[in-house]
């Protein structure tokens, strides 16, 4: 198979992403392809820190407000739906730059996802949510570390969503869900991925998160999660179950103030930070750049035409 060159832009979350792949595609006349498991759903925008509709006029950028929060939109949708957006972005002779921090969208795109969707079951799902909420997320992560430990070991006890989505695989199969992973048919998509790594000091990335987060909440933050709340999106769908969201919602059920709201989020934040920042130092091909040195910026470019390169298509 002749493999398609292309470059994604990861990193942790406030490492500075977005503002460098704004520059990166102005030099290289890219449109962007937005790797966050939560900007394809509409409304969410200040919550989800997506870019300003003016700047996607002048830079067109891909799976964005794709869903309404309460759609069931899977990883294979968000795979399909990419694979089409680089076939016209290639057609338009542009360049596509993916930029985002969800590391389970990344595996699926360029290292073989199932080619067919797991099964599903509601009642199971709300048995396990159930059980976490009344017992506590520990007693869960306990419960798929008897029946998968591979898995367990990957999913953070904390990461409800994902360890109930593994027991419910286990439930519905009767295999674990690394052994279903592992055995099932793959879906290659013919890409050869360049990752661009960004990284800094850890105490860096945590000033930006707490800087991020306070301008968020002074933006209407607040206000976003209310009206989401008012127009029946609420903590019932997945996407409201995230971070920032969920904390918003106990803030308008009377569950907490404000302040510890914002308290909360941003130490969640910080420990999301820290777990990307270990499923990123997994992936390769990678080139890691220190952000808090410079922006790197003739460099990574660089970096990006020596890999495309390979592409024809840009070499004549």
Same mark, same amino acid.
């Given at each position: 198979?002749?493999?398609? %060159?292309?470059?994604?832009?990861?990193?942790?979350? +406030? !490492?500075?992403? &977005?503002?460098?792949?704004?520059?990166?595609?102005?030099?290289?006349?890219?449109?962007?392809?937005?790797? /966050?498991?939560?900007?394809?759903? =509409?409304?969410? /925008?200040?919550?989800?820190?997506?870019?300003?509709?003016?700047?996607?006029?002048?830079?067109?950028?891909?799976?964005?407000?794709?869903?309404?929060?309460?759609?069931?939109?899977?990883?294979? $949708?968000?795979?399909?739906? &990419?694979?089409?957006?680089?076939?016209?972005?290639?057609?338009?002779?542009?360049?596509?730059?993916?930029?985002?921090? &969800?590391?389970?969208?990344?595996?699926?795109?360029?290292?073989?996802?199932?080619?067919?969707?797991? %099964?599903?079951?509601?009642?199971?799902?709300?048995?396990?949510?159930?059980?976490?909420?009344?017992?506590?997320?520990?007693?869960?992560?306990?419960?798929?570390?008897?029946?998968?430990?591979?898995?367990?070991?990957?999913?953070?006890?904390?990461?409800? @969503?994902?360890?109930?989505?593994?027991?419910?695989?286990?439930?519905?199969?009767?295999?674990?869900?690394?052994?279903?992973?592992?055995?099932?048919?793959?879906?290659?998509?013919?890409?050869?991925?360049?990752? #661009?790594?960004?990284?800094?000091?850890?105490?860096?990335?945590?000033? @930006? #998160?707490?800087?991020?987060?306070?301008?968020?909440?002074?933006?209407?933050?607040?206000?976003? !999660?209310?009206?989401?709340?008012?127009?029946?999106? $609420?903590?019932?769908?997945?996407?409201?179950?995230?971070?920032?969201?969920?904390?918003?919602?106990?803030?308008?059920?009377?569950?907490?103030?404000?302040?510890?709201?914002?308290?909360?989020?941003?130490? =969640?934040?910080? +420990?999301?930070?820290?777990?990307?920042? &270990?499923?990123?130092?997994?992936?390769?091909?990678?080139?890691?750049?220190?952000?808090?040195?410079?922006?790197?910026?003739?460099?990574?470019?660089?970096? #990006?035409?020596?890999?495309?390169?390979?592409?024809?298509?840009?070499?004549?």
């Amino acid at each position: 198979m002749n493999r398609q %060159p292309v470059v994604a832009l990861i990193g942790a979350t +406030a !490492v500075g992403k &977005t503002a460098l792949s704004l520059l990166i595609a102005e030099k290289l006349n890219a449109e962007i392809i937005s790797v /966050d498991s939560r900007q394809v759903y =509409r409304y969410m /925008d200040i919550g989800t820190d997506k870019v300003s509709l003016s700047v996607r006029r002048e830079i067109p950028h891909h799976m964005i407000d794709i869903a309404d929060p309460d759609e069931k939109f899977s990883v294979s $949708d968000f795979a399909e739906k &990419t694979v089409k957006a680089v076939s016209r972005i290639f057609a338009r002779k542009k360049i596509p730059l993916f930029v985002g921090g &969800t590391p389970f969208y990344y595996n699926a795109l360029f290292h073989a996802s199932l080619n067919s969707e797991l %099964p599903s079951d509601e009642n199971i799902r709300e048995k396990y949510e159930t059980l976490a909420n009344s017992q506590g997320a520990e007693l869960l992560h306990m419960r798929l570390a008897e029946v998968d430990p591979e898995t367990a070991e990957r999913l953070h006890k904390n990461d409800i @969503r994902r360890v109930t989505r593994a027991l419910e695989i286990w439930d519905l199969t009767g295999k674990a869900p690394s052994q279903v992973f592992s055995e099932g048919e793959k879906r290659d998509y013919g890409f050869d991925v360049l990752y #661009i790594g960004l990284s800094r000091s850890r105490q860096e990335l945590f000033s @930006r #998160i707490e800087i991020r987060l306070e301008q968020e909440y002074s933006s209407g933050f607040p206000e976003e !999660v209310a009206w989401l709340l008012e127009h029946g999106f $609420d903590q019932r769908f997945n996407p409201l179950k995230g971070l920032g969201y969920r904390e918003l919602i106990d803030v308008n059920h009377g569950k907490m103030k404000l302040d510890e709201a914002l308290e909360i989020s941003i130490s =969640r934040t910080k +420990a999301f930070c820290r777990r990307q920042q &270990t499923w990123f130092k997994k992936f390769e091909p990678v080139i890691w750049f220190d952000m808090s040195e410079s922006n790197h910026e003739d460099e990574i470019i660089n970096a #990006i035409k020596r890999h495309l390169d390979k592409n024809e298509d840009f070499n004549s």
